[in-house]
């Protein structure tokens, strides 16, 4: 049984954490969370392939609407909620249309510590504009993944765990590929480096395991240092031979904005009866 | 024998029966000739598969992986269990061998046996690759200068629908750019594959943005058959 109590709890850690980022100068300015800002004190998710109004390609707004879940049962890849699921590009501080060209909706400004980034509804970002294909999405190219923003912006704070039991494919700069025993690849990307102990190219891995913690890498140069060109956040893929019931499309990155709200529910619910207490405002530091 | 029976010939009849005897020789030697200076690469194995659409997957076999509590939004994805050519794989393979182009580093015959699927791995496989799996599936990573690369192949497909399908279809083989380097994803012998190539600094590597040299890179990997066929 739930106690009222820890229901309490968990309803006020579902709050929004906020913080701003400040550019790195003033420190950070921690916003408590209220309930005048309109954050929803429940789990509330926009639905599938329903991106921000004209950032998908060609000024669309529909990504995949199949609500098919391809990955039944994973475990949500942060290690712990709340987690938001949103745009980067799109989101406050991001770089919005001006990437893209003039027909594209601009960012709202602000940083990305911006109380509205770490709300609820999640949105589906899957298909997003992007330059490169991505086969399943309407217009053949888009992003071919989904951000997550974890509970604060704070860098190298934040773990990500294994989804499924399984083996650690290709460590990369940026990525990190999970061969899952149910036979796909996960990739996370944007991982601060070292990763947790153990984790390497071939390395058995159960599921719920720390891979690493989530950051904004994006590169790595010749001398060594790491390019930190995004925002706070975890871009997650799901890889996987697919087809449309009759033709065989390959092994590609599928739509999986359904397994990730079906997987954060059972996140909160395990949360729940775990009753976790947790500090309702962390500081935020940005690098 | 027969030599023995034959009578003394001259010049000519000698030059005329090793012209025939030649030509004979020759109809038959050329296609074994041209096979064992070139394999098929797997780009046109996957185009002549392919052609213009992607190939249907035939009698399937619908697989639960996995089960998982039923959620009350959403369907789960059919995952359907899909028929190998193995006579074309095996055909495939055969090329590889005459060609003289295996993998370097040889795949432990265990993992090969518990893979029940035709295995696509870079022929220069470096000492430092894994390859592993089960069944249905497989994963091979290596270790390049700049760059890893992994092949994944699966014989399980999710159901889920786009209207991108139809132009996934038409291009055949995709080559494409991901967050960090190139991918190319195709269907061959009925299964499912992709080759990443992940680059260790994929905004500085010029060849983390070509489309020639991913193409060259899955073209220069070999197929290997699994399952112990
Ligand atoms: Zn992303």
Same mark, same amino acid.
């Given at each position: 049984m739930i106690k009222p109590r820890s229901f309490l709890l968990v309803l006020a850690s579902l709050f929004l954490l906020a913080c701003e980022s400040g550019g790195g100068g003033g420190g950070p300015i921690i916003t408590p969370p209220t309930g005048s800002t309109g954050t929803p004190l429940f789990f509330t998710y926009d639905p599938p392939g329903d991106l921000i109004d004209g950032t998908g390609r060609g000024v669309t707004s529909v990504g995949v609407t199949d609500t098919a879940i391809v990955a039944p049962g994973m475990r949500f890849p942060i290690e712990s909620g709340p987690a938001y699921?949103?745009?980067?590009?799109?989101?406050?501080?991001?770089?919005?249309?001006?990437?893209?060209?003039?027909?594209?909706?601009?960012?709202?400004?602000?940083?990305?510590?911006?109380?509205?980034?770490?709300?609820?509804?999640?949105?589906?970002?899957?298909?997003?504009?992007?330059?490169?294909?991505?086969?399943?999405?309407?217009?053949?190219?888009?992003?071919?993944?989904?951000?997550?923003?974890?509970?604060?912006?704070?860098?190298?704070?934040?773990?990500?765990?294994?989804?499924?039991?399984?083996?650690?494919?290709?460590?990369?700069?940026?990525?990190?590929?999970?061969?899952?025993?149910?036979?796909?690849?996960?990739?996370?990307?944007?991982?601060?480096?070292?990763?947790?102990p153990g984790i390497v190219s071939g390395a058995r891995v159960g599921k719920g395991q720390k891979i690493g913690r989530i950051s904004n890498i994006t590169g790595r140069k010749s001398d060594g240092s790491f390019v930190r060109g995004t925002t706070v956040h975890l871009h997650f893929e799901i890889w996987d031979g697919n087809s449309d019931g009759s033709r065989?499309?390959?092994?590609?990155?599928?739509?999986?904005?359904t397994s990730l709200v079906d997987s954060y529910k059972r996140l909160?619910?395990?949360?729940?009866?775990?009753?976790?207490?947790?500090?309702?405002v962390q500081p935020c530091h940005t690098h | *024998?027969?030599?023995?029976? *034959?009578?003394?010939?001259?010049?000519?009849?000698?030059? *005329?029966?090793?012209?025939?005897?030649?030509?004979?020789?020759?109809?038959?030697?050329?296609?074994?000739?041209?096979?064992?200076?070139?394999?098929?690469?797997?780009?046109?194995?996957v185009a002549a598969e392919n052609r213009g659409q992607a190939p249907a997957i035939g009698k399937t076999q619908t697989v639960a992986k996995q089960l998982a509590a039923p959620s009350r939004d959403f369907r789960q994805a059919r995952q359907v269990r899909v028929p190998i050519d193995w006579a074309a794989a095996k055909k495939a393979t055969i090329a590889y061998q005459r060609a003289g182009r295996m993998p370097k580093?040889?795949?432990?015959?265990?993992? *090969?046996?518990?893979?029940?699927?035709?295995?696509?791995?870079?022929?220069?496989?470096?000492?430092n690759g894994h390859v592993f799996g089960k069944d249905y599936y497989?994963?091979?990573?290596?270790?390049?200068?700049?760059?890893?690369?992994?092949?994944?192949?699966?014989?399980?497909?999710?159901?889920?629908?786009?209207?991108?399908?139809?132009?996934?279809?038409?291009?055949?083989?995709?080559?494409?750019?991901?967050?960090?380097?190139?991918?190319?994803?195709?269907?061959?012998?009925?299964?499912?594959?992709?080759?990443?190539?992940?680059?260790d600094d994929p905004a500085g590597d010029s060849r983390c943005k070509s489309t020639a040299f991913m193409k060259k890179l899955v073209d220069s990997m070999v197929v290997q058959i699994g399952g112990g066929k």
């Open positions: 699921a949103n745009s980067q590009v799109w989101g406050h501080g991001g770089a919005g249309g001006s990437i893209f060209g003039p027909s594209y909706p601009p960012a709202p400004g602000g940083t990305q510590g911006d109380a509205a980034n770490y709300s609820y509804p999640w949105k589906d970002n899957f298909c997003e504009n992007r330059g490169w294909n991505a086969p399943k999405c309407p217009a053949g190219k888009g992003h071919q993944g989904q951000d997550i923003r974890p509970s604060t912006c704070e860098v190298n704070k934040h773990w990500v765990v294994a989804t499924e039991n399984g083996r650690i494919g290709v460590v990369g700069t940026v990525s990190v590929e999970l061969v899952t025993d149910t036979g796909q690849v996960h990739r996370y990307l944007h991982l601060q480096r070292p990763l947790a065989n499309y390959g092994v590609g990155p599928l739509p999986l904005y909160l619910r395990s949360d729940l009866q775990s009753n976790f207490k947790k500090p309702l | *024998m027969v030599y023995t029976l *034959m009578r003394p010939a001259s010049h000519f009849s000698i030059k *005329m029966t090793c012209f025939l005897a030649l030509s004979f020789v020759f109809q038959f030697l050329t296609p074994e000739m041209a096979l064992a200076q070139s394999a098929p690469t797997i780009s046109q194995l580093a040889a795949l432990a015959q265990s993992v *090969m046996d518990e893979i029940a699927m035709p295995i696509i791995v870079p022929e220069k496989m470096p000492a497989y994963h091979a990573i290596s270790r390049h200068d700049g760059y890893s690369v992994s092949v994944h192949g699966t014989c399980v497909l999710s159901e889920i629908r786009s209207p991108g399908d139809k132009k996934a279809a038409a291009d055949g083989m995709q080559i494409f750019q991901t967050e960090d380097g190139m991918a190319a994803s195709f269907s061959l012998f009925g299964a499912a594959y992709s080759v990443m190539m992940v680059c």
